[in-house]
């Protein structure tokens, strides 16, 4: 099955710096890379997503990029604020239908200092 | 976007009681479900796919006599923990794909979350 590793899995920053979480896959046949954001005690929110045709997609002060080459994506958050501080995962879309299953990543704690 | 409901956020039990969970799609029709388990400080384990009008697919290791799921209309799935022990203690979030309308296919959206305490 799928195996999705996510690094790193705490991240510090200060504010107004940027943050890169980046996560590895292993299934060529995945083509739809979600990220979620998950505050403690609720469920995960989707914050930003790519398919496989695409390389790149920005929203704001949040991008995601893929390479599908090397099997990776990444999450970069520039010019972060306290209220960026959550738990992120990455995920991947198995199943090859519409309504294939999520495989999550490890998980990345960040925390971004005032 | 759309909007996923589960009921109860909170629910605390005695060891060998039941407790059933809603999750309920309010803007838009999910023929499938998903039913996720997650541990403190761990990342989310899929427990089984919900399937409307049918029987649930349940992921290895996880009793489907343990967590009774139903899908009985396009809108709405239970996942029902029987029997609950301690051991059952966790946080549970149900998942739904938007299909057709204003909101985009593959797009999972997910509950609040039911956290279950049993003693």
């Known amino acids: 099955g799928e195996n999705v590793e996510q690094h790193p899995s705490t991240l510090s920053v200060q504010e107004g710096d940027s943050a890169v979480i980046k996560c590895t896959y292993s299934?060529?046949?995945?083509?739809?890379f979600p990220w979620y954001k998950q505050e403690l005690g609720k469920g995960p929110q989707l914050i930003i997503d790519?398919?496989?045709?695409?390389g790149e997609k920005k929203d704001q002060r949040i991008a995601v990029t893929l390479n599908k080459t090397a099997k990776h994506f990444s999450l970069h958050i520039t010019e972060t604020q306290p209220e960026d501080s959550a738990v992120y995962f990455c995920?991947?879309?198995?199943?090859?239908?519409?309504?294939?299953?999520?495989?999550f990543g490890q998980g990345t704690i960040l925390t971004v200092h005032p | 976007g759309a909007v996923v409901s589960q009921h109860p956020s909170w629910v605390i039990c005695k060891s060998g009681t039941s407790v059933k969970i809603e999750c309920r799609s309010l803007?838009?029709?999910?023929?499938?479900m998903f039913w996720y388990r997650q541990f403190p400080k761990q990342s989310l384990m899929l427990m089984a796919t919900?399937?409307?009008?049918?029987?649930?697919?349940?992921e290895q290791g996880v009793e489907k006599d343990k967590f009774l799921i139903n899908h009985a209309s396009l809108t709405l799935s239970t996942l029902t923990v029987t029997s609950a022990h301690p051991e059952d203690s966790s946080f549970y979030i149900c998942?739904?794909?938007?299909?057709?309308?204003?909101?985009?296919?593959?797009?999972?959206?997910f509950g609040a979350g039911t956290r279950l305490s049993v003693l």
């Open positions: 998942s739904a794909p938007a299909f057709g309308g204003l909101v985009a296919k593959n797009i999972q959206y």
């Open positions: 299934d060529s046949a995945s083509n739809y």
């Open positions: 790519i398919r496989s045709n695409v």
């Open positions: 995920a991947v879309l198995t199943g090859g239908t519409s309504y294939g299953k999520l495989t």
């Open positions: 803007d838009f029709q999910a023929t499938t």
């Open positions: 919900s399937n409307e009008g049918s029987k649930a697919t349940y």
